[in-house]
C-alpha cells in the first residue's frame, strides 16, 4: 500500500442467503479502488480475521452480501472495537439481513432487513443531493432491483440519501417514507449503507459503482 492510499477490507461471508457471483462483486470493489487510486483491497471469508489486530490495518471495513449469524460474539466484539476507535463501515445489500438479533449491529446498519417482493423496476429519489455520496446522481433514478422492507424507518437517526415511492411499483411495505440508502455517524466511526446491489450488473454500472466508491471515501476517517 503507497502513503496516499488507505486499505480496505471486504468480508462476504454467508450464514444464510448466498448471492451468486460474490467473487465478481468483489473484484468490483477492487477495481474501484484501482481506477480511482484510492485504496487498495484485501477481502476474505474467514470471519476469525475481524479480530482486532487484523482490523486495525483497515480504514474501512466493507460487509458485501454477507447474511445470517456470520459473526460470532468475539468476533462482533472485535468490530465494535474498530468503529469505537474510529473505523469506517460500509454494509451492502445483503448486509441488512445479518446478526438480526443483535442490536448494536442493526443500529450499524441503520435497520434489519425483513423481506422483499420480486425484483422489479422503480424510480429511486435522491434525497439531501448536496450530500457526496449522491452527488451526480440523477434526481429521479430509474434501477431494477430488490425493493427491501425494513423492521424501521431508520430516518430519524441517519442521513437518508435514497428513498423510494412505493406507489410505482408492488410489495413495498413501508409507507409513504422508504429509505433505501442512508449514511450516519455512530458510535465512534462511520456507516454507509446501501440496500442496492443484488443483481451482477449493479457491478458494471457506473452510477451505482460512483455511488458506492463515494460511500467508501466517506466512511473512511
Known amino acids: 500500500m503507497t502513503p496516499d492510499k488507505f486499505a480496505v477490507f471486504v468480508m462476504s461471508k454467508t450464514a444464510g442467503y448466498r448471492h451468486e457471483s460474490i467473487a465478481a462483486r468483489i473484484d468490483g470493489v477492487s477495481q474501484l479502488g484501482i481506477s480511482s487510486g484510492a485504496f487498495t483491497v484485501d477481502a476474505s471469508e474467514d470471519a476469525s480475521q475481524i479480530n482486532v489486530e487484523n482490523l486495525s490495518k483497515y480504514a474501512v471495513v466493507i460487509f458485501l452480501q454477507t447474511s445470517g449469524d456470520f459473526l460470532s460474539k468475539g ?123 443484488h443483481f451482477n450488473e449493479a457491478y458494471n454500472d457506473r452510477e451505482f459503482m460512483d455511488h458506492l466508491l463515494k460511500g467508501i471515501l466517506w466512511a473512511a476517517p
Open 75 to 197: 468476533e462482533l466484539a472485535a468490530l465494535q472495537t474498530y468503529v469505537r476507535g474510529g473505523g469506517g463501515f460500509v454494509g451492502i445489500h445483503c448486509a441488512a439481513a445479518g446478526m438480526t438479533t443483535e442490536p448494536w449491529y442493526g443500529e450499524l446498519i441503520g435497520a434489519v432487513f425483513t423481506d422483499h417482493p420480486a425484483p422489479q423496476h422503480g424510480v429511486l429519489t435522491v434525497e439531501n443531493r448536496d450530500h457526496v455520496i449522491v452527488s451526480g446522481l440523477p434526481e429521479k433514478w430509474e434501477w431494477f432491483d430488490e425493493w427491501y422492507n425494513f423492521n424501521v424507518n431508520p430516518r430519524a437517526k441517519v442521513n437518508v440519501l435514497l428513498s423510494i415511492n412505493e406507489k410505482a411499483y408492488k410489495g413495498g411495505k413501508m409507507g409513504e417514507d422508504h429509505p433505501l440508502a442512508w449514511c450516519r455517524e455512530f458510535d465512534g466511526g462511520r456507516s454507509f449503507y446501501t440496500s442496492l446491489g
